[in-house]
């Protein structure tokens, strides 16, 4: 009989199951049960057509899990599984176990999580758009950590790894062991050989500890549309703390940027116990009479007055106007800033001269029009600037976030913010969800126990017009089915990404900025490469990784 691996070898017992280590390498493991599998970054989207032996073509395929992460993170890694079989499905069950040399457990947490699809469809609006299926939602996996493999199709295996602060640095080895056999939703169909298999798996745990989300160097504005939660479920205190907790366990929490009244003051206090920095009182328009804002704002302050949250408070408002619109922002925030001198003022202004004396304490701008020049002359100022992204820039030669994009995007737009000395990040909105008319979304499931789903990407922000839309544009959770926020491949890199800023800005700009630069140095100059993100992100902690040549 031919062999069950190109390279087999037996490494002993574990809980008293013999199990082979399988070695991948940059070929795919073809087994007696045609089922083939490897490891990626989390930086590569992968399609449900591809193969590891496509990838490994490309550098992309890997042959272990191994892994740098800071005290204080999350970091992530995907496992490949590809069921070869023309018809029959398979099943795969995944579990871990990691110890130090001297036989401690490891101090975190490893999960297992399985990368949904959804169907993007082609839109005028960008490009390049459309594709059909493309990875992005983040679905629970089955009991026991078990999930279905379509025949043909690869199946990613999100694996999110979480470092407590007080966690000991050090060195952990083991395995992901994967247990295939019968599917149990196809339950008359099988792998012909039900077969017990493992990937090495390593994770370095570096000195370096990530601040909590309360003592960030670097801040964000990321806009959770809480209304948007109403058409699916009764909107009460323990949803809104399931999500919020959701949130900030991705390195980012649940403000909001366009509501017209300062929200509960319960939504201000949980918040903060989720270690917001910040949090919105109310947008304010260019049409505002400035009392009218003040008389809405003043009982909420004193409520966060008493409670010593008030220093988290800001107002946002005059959203990308004009430099026309300079004396209503004199004016409204004026009165405001005279009223409350501590009241943190925000408005987002892509002008190409903002006046320091204007009352603005965070100046926001569109990031390919952030100005080196300017920034220092408005933080000379004593001021802060933040960066952001929307629908805009949509060329094909900027960085953004939408779900047709590479995933390393994702993570180089914070990379970009730390070379430029951002003081943090604003995005318009996390869940906006809005389909076309007069289809309504549900909550979002597989199809036929496949990883595809019902959740239609594309959303129409700019309703009533249909004729243009957006697929993951404002958009980077998705409805469960039980209540639960179901995130996405995007969100949990942009959370890499905002970690990894708390790194650069820990180390010496003279230090810092050579190694930016191997990857990102400009709004449409920057590399695209998995390995050399990691390669350079381990050198900043201390650790060396060899990519391979090109």
Same mark, same amino acid.
């Given at each position: 009989?031919?062999?069950?691996?190109?390279?087999?070898?037996?490494?002993? &017992?574990?809980? !008293?199951?013999?199990?082979?280590?399988?070695?991948?390498?940059l070929v795919p493991l073809f087994v007696e049960s045609a089922v083939e599998f490897c490891t990626t970054y989390s930086t590569v989207k992968v399609r449900q057509n591809d193969t590891c032996t496509n990838l490994g073509t490309k550098h992309l395929a890997l042959s272990t899990i191994n892994v740098v992460a800071m005290r204080g993170e999350y970091e992530h890694v995907q496992i490949l599984?590809?069921?070869?079989?023309?018809?029959?499905?398979?099943?795969?069950?995944?579990?871990?176990?990691?110890?130090?040399?001297?036989?401690?457990?490891?101090?975190?947490?490893?999960?297992?999580?399985? #990368?949904?699809?959804?169907?993007?469809?082609?839109?005028?609006?960008?490009?390049?758009?459309?594709?059909?299926?493309?990875?992005?939602?983040?679905?629970?996996?089955? #009991?026991? !950590?078990?999930?279905?493999?379509e025949p043909q199709y690869l199946q990613p295996i999100w694996v999110r790894i979480g470092i407590p602060q007080t966690a000991p640095s050090g060195t952990y080895s083991g395995a992901v062991n994967i247990n295939f056999g019968e599917s149990s939703d196809h339950s008359t169909t099988r792998v012909s050989t039900p077969f017990l298999a493992s990937i090495h798996m390593r994770v370095d745990v570096a000195?370096?500890?990530?601040?909590?989300? &309360?003592?960030?160097?670097?801040?964000?504005?990321?806009?959770?549309?809480?209304?948007?939660?109403?058409?699916?479920?009764?909107?009460?205190?323990?949803?809104?703390?399931?999500?919020?907790?959701y949130l900030a366990n991705r390195r980012t929490y649940a403000?909001?940027?366009?509501?017209?009244?300062?929200?509960p003051l319960e939504d201000y206090k949980m918040l903060a116990a989720e270690g917001a920095q910040?949090?919105?009182?109310?947008?304010?328009?260019?049409?505002?009479?400035?009392?009218?804002?003040?008389?809405?704002?003043?009982?909420?302050?004193?409520?966060?007055?008493?409670?010593?949250?008030?220093?988290?408070?800001?107002?946002?408002?005059?959203?990308?106007?004009?430099?026309?619109?300079?004396?209503?922002?004199?004016?409204?925030?004026?009165?405001?800033?005279?009223?409350?001198?501590?009241?943190?003022?925000?408005?987002?202004?892509?002008?190409?001269?903002?006046?320091?004396?204007?009352? #603005?304490?965070?100046?926001?701008?569109q990031y390919e029009y952030y100005n080196a020049t300017q920034a220092k002359i408005w933080k000379a100022a004593g001021k802060k600037i933040y960066l952001y992204h929307c629908i805009e820039p949509s060329g094909s030669t900027f960085l953004n976030t939408f779900i047709e994009r590479p995933g390393i995007q994702a993570r180089l737009l914070y990379w970009l913010g730390a070379?430029?000395?951002?003081?943090?990040?604003?995005?318009?909105?996390?869940?906006?969800?809005k389909p076309k008319p007069p289809a309504k979304h549900t909550v979002i499931e597989r199809l036929n126990g496949?990883?595809? %789903? !019902?959740?239609?990407?594309?959303?129409?922000?700019?309703?009533?017009? %249909?004729?243009?839309?957006?697929?993951?544009?404002?958009?980077?959770?998705?409805?469960?089915?039980?209540?639960e926020p179901v995130g996405s491949v995007r969100l949990d890199i942009m959370s890499d990404g905002l970690e990894d800023v708390e790194l650069w800005n820990s180390l010496p700009r003279?230090?810092?900025?050579?190694?930016?630069?191997?990857?990102?140095?400009?709004?449409?100059?920057?590399?695209?490469?998995?390995?050399? &993100?990691?390669?350079?992100?381990?050198?900043?902690l201390g650790y060396y990784l060899a990519c391979p040549q090109k």
């Open positions: 009989p031919r062999p069950l691996v190109r390279d087999t070898l037996v490494v002993g &017992m574990s809980q !008293n199951v013999l199990f082979l280590l399988l070695h991948v390498a599984l590809r069921n070869t079989n023309k018809k029959t499905w398979a099943t795969a069950k995944l579990s871990f176990i990691l110890r130090d040399e001297v036989g401690n457990s490891f101090p975190g947490t490893v999960d297992f999580l399985q #990368v949904g699809y959804v169907n993007c469809t082609k839109t005028p609006r960008y490009s390049p758009s459309g594709g059909g299926w493309r990875p992005d939602p983040i679905l629970p996996l089955g #009991v026991g !950590n078990s999930v279905n493999l000195k370096f500890v990530v601040p909590s989300l &309360m003592n960030a160097t670097f801040g964000y504005a990321y806009s959770f549309v809480e209304d948007a939660l109403s058409p699916f479920y009764p909107v009460t205190k323990q949803l809104k703390q399931r999500w919020y907790t403000d909001s940027l366009y509501h017209r009244e300062p929200r910040w949090f919105n009182l109310r947008f304010v328009s260019h049409k505002d009479d400035p009392q009218t804002v003040i008389t809405s704002i003043e009982p909420i302050l004193k409520q966060l007055t008493q409670l010593g949250l008030q220093d988290r408070a800001y107002l946002y408002g005059f959203d990308e106007n004009p430099p026309g619109e300079q004396p209503a922002i004199r004016k409204i925030y004026g009165a405001i800033k005279k009223k409350f001198p501590s009241l943190r003022l925000v408005a987002t202004l892509n002008w190409k001269e903002v006046p320091t004396d204007l009352p #603005v304490d965070v100046l926001v701008k070379m430029d000395q951002a003081d943090g990040w604003l995005y318009y909105a996390m869940d906006l969800w496949t990883a595809r %789903t !019902n959740f239609a990407p594309a959303n129409y922000i700019w309703l009533p017009r %249909t004729d243009i839309w957006a697929n993951g544009d404002g958009q980077f959770l998705y409805p469960g089915p039980s209540g003279a230090q810092a900025l050579p190694l930016l630069k191997q990857l990102v140095r400009g709004p449409t100059d920057f590399t695209s490469d998995p390995c050399l &993100m990691e390669k350079v992100r381990r050198q900043a």
